[in-house]
């Protein structure tokens, strides 16, 4: 039932993430050039904001707008004007970290990680945002963190630590605390590195491969069960939309790459969308 991925925007990302299905639309942002992006698949419509810092993810929050990833910390980002306002400061005792990749539970808790803006240092690490409230998982000393994304009864976090290409699940609580932290994947650098995760309603793992030219689905038994290939390198997240929640988009990078590398897969960084049988979860908003 796995359709080939298809290019549906050739915008070139440096570095394409956080893709998000919203009221008819995917939203997603390229880091690296602090830009936030809608496509209306339905009218072809296509739209970008400019963002003052870098920016990881937009999460759509209650009473309209978005909760915004930037360098500095949590913004609320309002489309219509195209400003940002802080909500809450983040590690400011770390100014080389930025947020990179989030995800938002059944009780729109912001689930969210900071990671070493050179993916070097070992300074980053993973939260919770809830009403207003700032909690630090106890999850940390991650150089890239990614994700993390939730089984669909929000019981289990999975999140990732690309650099040691694994994939861990932790248990929450009614609190969001966590417990019984365990191996999930682990996967072989030679065939890429895992970047962001996304579940399924069956409760399956997508998980984007950076330099591994494809996207993987693994049953939460943590058995790989589907793979998607690609016509580029570095698959950074995919997100589930259209009316029936089948349509993947997968978002991509092309950032560190040397120009005879893009030329040999000119679509790197652009905008992708395939069919699946197994359909998506709706994302939740954050609770503010």
Not at 4 to 25: F, M
Not at 124 to 130: D, T
Not at 248 to 268: F, S
């Amino acid at each position: 039932m796995t359709s080939e991925p298809r290019n549906v925007w050739d915008l070139h990302c440096e570095l394409g993430e956080g893709p998000v299905w919203v009221d008819g639309a995917l939203w997603f942002t390229d880091i690296k050039t602090q830009k936030v992006h809608r496509y209306a698949p339905a009218t072809g419509a296509r739209k970008s904001w400019s963002a003052p810092e870098q920016i990881g993810f937009v999460l759509p929050a209650e009473g309209g707008g978005f909760v915004a990833g930037l360098q500095s910390g949590l913004h609320r980002f309002d489309p219509e004007s195209g400003a940002f306002a802080l909500i809450a400061e983040m590690e400011p005792e770390r100014p080389n970290n930025r947020l990179n990749d989030g995800a938002v539970d059944p009780l729109g808790r912001l689930w969210f990680g900071t990671m070493d803006n050179g993916e070097k240092e070992k300074s980053g690490a993973f939260y919770r945002f809830e009403r207003g409230a700032l909690t630090r998982t106890g999850i940390e000393g991650i150089a890239i963190t990614n994700g993390p994304c939730l089984s669909p009864d929000g019981r289990i976090l999975y999140f990732v630590d690309t650099l040691a290409g694994t994939i861990e699940a932790a248990d929450v609580d009614e609190r969001g605390a966590l417990s019984n932290r365990r191996p999930f994947v682990a996967i072989d650098p030679r065939e890429g590195h895992p970047d962001g995760p996304t579940i399924d309603s069956e409760g399956c793992v997508w998980i984007g491969l950076y330099a591994g030219w494809e996207a993987r689905r693994y049953s939460p038994a943590g058995e790989l069960i589907e793979r998607v290939r690609f016509p580029v390198s570095n698959i950074t997240k995919i997100a589930f939309g259209g009316d029936d929640l089948r349509t993947v988009y997968a978002t991509t990078a092309r950032q560190l790459l040397k120009p005879d590398r893009i030329a040999k897969q000119p679509e790197i960084g652009d905008l992708f969308e395939f069919r699946v049988a197994v359909p998506g979860i709706p994302c939740p908003r954050v609770a503010l």
